[in-house]
């Protein structure tokens, strides 16, 4: 395999320069498609940046913030409960540490690879930039697939897993929090085994239990977050999310509280879905509809078909990947709220939304939308909230948890929740005259991926060359 190195940085032109390091990246990194895609879109957005910041090029910032600082991969063996050994693989990415301590989740799913929690660690490093919070970006996981698993599987599981993370791993180093797959239970028998081994009870982990160290409104926090930001990029053009359909996918933690906050601020969702398939009810989900999933998804861990068989006015739209796009996304409504997993809409779902009069595109999910469907947005001058920006409630809040847990103290719900709204109201408002200053107004991709960055390689200007 030829290696490629970029020439005399100097004397590059700034599309000459992004051009090589794309070229740079999907070399060193091959089959690793998720996050060719992350790195590309961050990158397009770059090009407005250099013209601007020669410097940028010079102390070669983007080959180096494509670089994790240090990947850990590892052997997770645990026993299931007939005894069977049973064997998966465990990562950790830590991405960048400019700015604060990695910090990113864990996520637990057969389809974890190198390069899917690659892709997300390198989200996560500009995501916890615009937080304004003093955190660096990592991610990680396993291929474990904690469905139909015991809860005794599940923890000899997590315990062998964190085993081996914790020598990696600390509330000044590196602080793991959950992710698909990863909620509340997991976080717990995580936590138990890192405080046996290191004999400490430090906060190395967000998203824990009320009574041992958790924040409030951190389970609510991605969902809710999201909303607010879909509410502050309504307010710009004077609407608001009063009397909107909206679809939302998934029917996970985001979701959930996706469709909370969407009802107490008027609106009316309609869709749930997993990898099996979609419920669509025409009546709009209710308090009372939403408690019964909560009660299906995580007391019972069921599956979603089932609202079919309680509420029968709903209909339910198995996953068909032959159809070459998903029904959700076709069903007539304002909004859309992706908050199951990556690449859930692809150019064919993008233009059935925007034919259908969606005008919103709040992304719960990471990186949900494929970069063709992403154009299409921003042609369609779709209100098109990034995942980066939009979700980041969730990190934010549990850069919340991190500041309770160093003063030993925990806030109330109003307080998390108000500090809460008020950074995602910032982030919107950096995205939205950071489009502006870069030539791009309303392009609030760009504003994501440029205010996010300039922090991060400014830190990394500062720092020389670590
Ligand atoms: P959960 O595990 O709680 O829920 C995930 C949901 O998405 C489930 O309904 C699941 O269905 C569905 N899903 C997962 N993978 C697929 C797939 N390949 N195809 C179709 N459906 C799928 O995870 P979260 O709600 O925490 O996470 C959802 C998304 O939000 C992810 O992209 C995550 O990275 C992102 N996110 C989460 C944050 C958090 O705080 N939790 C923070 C920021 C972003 P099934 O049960 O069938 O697998």
């Given at each position: 395999m030829s290696v490629v190195t970029t020439s005399q940085p100097g004397i590059k032109t700034p599309g000459n320069y992004i051009n090589d390091v794309m070229t740079l990246v999907k070399t060193k990194n091959p089959a690793e498609p998720e996050f060719h895609?992350?790195?590309?879109?961050?990158?397009?957005?770059?090009?407005?940046?250099?013209?601007?910041?020669?410097?940028?090029?010079s102390a070669r910032i983007l080959e180096r913030i494509t670089e994790p600082e240090r990947v850990f991969m590892f052997r997770v063996p645990w026993f299931d409960d007939q005894g069977n050994i049973q064997i998966n693989r465990g990562f950790r990415i830590q991405m960048n540490s400019a700015i604060g301590p990695y910090k990113g989740g864990l996520r637990?799913?057969?389809s974890v690879n190198l390069g899917i929690l690659k892709f997300?660690?390198?989200?996560?490093?500009?995501?916890?930039?615009?937080?304004?919070?003093?955190?660096?970006?990592?991610?990680?996981?396993?291929?474990f697939d904690p469905k139909g698993k015991s809860d005794n599987e599940v923890m000899r599981f997590c315990q062998s897993f964190m085993t081996e993370l914790c020598r990696h791993i600390g509330p000044d180093t590196d602080v793991p929090a959950g992710d698909i797959g990863v909620g509340g239970r997991e976080i717990g028998f995580m936590f138990g085994q890192y405080k046996r081994i290191r004999n400490e009870f430090t906060g190395v982990l967000t998203g824990k239990g009320l009574n041992w160290g958790g924040s409030?409104?951190?389970?609510?926090?991605?969902?809710?977050?999201?909303?607010?930001?879909?509410?502050?990029?309504?307010?710009?053009?004077?609407?608001?999310?009063?009397?909107?359909?909206?679809?939302?996918?998934?029917?996970?933690?985001v979701s959930q509280y996706t469709v909370e906050k969407l009802l107490d601020l008027g609106a009316k969702p309609l869709t749930f879905s997993d990898s099996d398939g979609a419920v669509y009810d025409p009546d709009g989900i209710t308090r009372e509809k939403l408690a019964w999933v909560m009660e299906l998804k995580n007391a019972k861990r069921g599956r979603i078909r089932e609202y079919t068989d309680q509420f029968k006015k709903a209909i339910f739209m198995p996953t068909d990947l032959k159809l070459g796009y998903n029904p959700l996304w076709n069903v007539k409504a304002d909004c859309a709220f992706p908050s199951a997993t990556q690449n859930e809409i692809?150019?064919?779902?993008?233009?059935?939304?925007?034919?259908?009069?969606?005008?919103?595109?709040?992304?719960?999910?990471?990186?949900?939308?494929?970069?063709?469907?992403?154009?299409?947005?921003?042609?369609?001058?779709?209100?098109?909230?990034?995942?980066?920006?939009?979700?980041?409630?969730?990190?934010?809040?549990?850069?919340?948890?991190?500041?309770?847990?160093?003063?030993?103290?925990?806030?109330?719900?109003?307080?998390?929740?108000?500090?809460?709204?008020?950074?995602?109201?910032?982030?919107?408002k950096t995205c939205f005259e950071t489009a502006e200053t870069y030539g791009t107004p309303g392009n609030l991709v760009n504003g994501a991926n440029i205010g996010g960055f300039l922090k991060v390689a400014n830190a990394m200007l500062d720092q020389g060359l670590v």
């Open positions: 895609q992350a790195v590309q879109e961050v990158m397009e957005s770059l090009r407005l940046v250099l013209d601007r910041h020669p410097e940028y090029i637990f799913h057969p997300l660690a390198f989200e996560q490093v500009f995501k916890n930039s615009l937080t304004t919070l003093p955190m660096g970006g990592g991610k990680g996981g396993s291929d409030l409104i951190r389970p609510e926090a991605t969902g809710y977050g999201c909303v607010y930001f879909a509410a502050e990029m309504l307010k710009s053009r004077k609407d608001s999310l009063d009397g909107k359909l909206c679809l939302v996918s998934g029917s996970g933690n692809n150019a064919k779902d993008a233009t059935n939304l925007i034919n259908n009069g969606v005008t919103v595109v709040a992304e719960g999910a990471n990186m949900p939308s494929t970069l063709e469907a992403t154009k299409l947005f921003l042609e369609a001058k779709v209100l098109y909230g990034p995942a980066k920006a939009a979700n980041a409630g969730g990190v934010a809040t549990s850069g919340l948890e991190m500041s309770q847990n160093s003063a030993r103290l925990s806030w109330t719900r109003e307080e998390v929740d108000d500090r809460l709204h008020k950074i995602m109201i910032a982030i919107h």
